[in-house]
């Protein structure tokens, strides 16, 4: 079944309407540099960004302060300035990178020293520790705190080097004591 449109055409408008209408794709790098431009001198730093075919942008921050609503709020209007919805016809979203999320940027390893944090190997090994010493190339764990008494009398090196090219995933431990 064929539907019937019709088309008012005014003098000046747009003649095509806006669901015949191609989307222009909005390039990563232009978002990333928008943020980087906006975050330059400031504790706040891109963890992730994403961008579909249908222009749907999704951007997770983090601080090393944290993030607040309001963060998130001057971000995207921020971004929305450099867009035009009608040429571009995008949906933006901004977000904290959240608690529980897995670090996806060096940062976010830098900032959370001192905090106790769950690592995965790639090979399925799960270690808790409180993370000591970050370098381009490791992580320090003391997993004292997470090793039995018998453990801890078994041992007198509770340090555990992990190699970021071994980690599948390190995120936060919740605490709620």
Same mark, same amino acid.
């Given at each position: 079944m064929c539907r019937k449109f019709d088309f008012v055409l005014v003098?000046?408008?747009?003649?095509v309407p806006s669901f015949i209408r191609k989307k222009l794709m909005i390039e990563k790098s232009k978002i990333i540099k928008i943020v980087e431009d906006f975050y330059k001198?400031?504790?706040k730093f891109l963890v992730d960004l994403n961008i579909t075919p249908a222009n749907h942008i999704t951007i997770f921050i983090?601080? /090393?302060?944290g993030i607040k609503v &309001?963060?998130?709020i001057d971000l995207s209007k921020h971004i929305e300035?450099?867009?035009?919805?009608e040429i571009e016809d995008f949906e933006l979203e901004v977000s904290s990178a959240g608690i529980g999320k897995s670090f996806l940027v060096m940062r976010q390893y830098y900032k959370n020293i001192g905090k106790d944090i769950a690592v995965v190997t790639n090979e399925g090994a799960k270690i808790k520790g409180k993370?000591?010493?970050?370098?381009?190339?490791?992580?320090?764990? /003391?997993?004292?705190?997470?090793? &039995?008494?018998?453990?801890?009398?078994?041992t007198d090196n509770t340090l555990t080097n992990i190699l970021f090219k071994e980690i599948k995933e390190a995120k936060i431990i919740l605490s709620f004591n």
């Open positions: 003098q000046g408008a747009n003649t001198d400031s504790d983090d601080g /090393d302060n &309001s963060d998130c300035t450099f867009f035009n919805r993370l000591t010493e970050v370098t381009s190339e490791q992580i320090t764990l /003391d997993i004292k705190g997470f090793l &039995s008494k018998k453990q801890q009398k078994e």
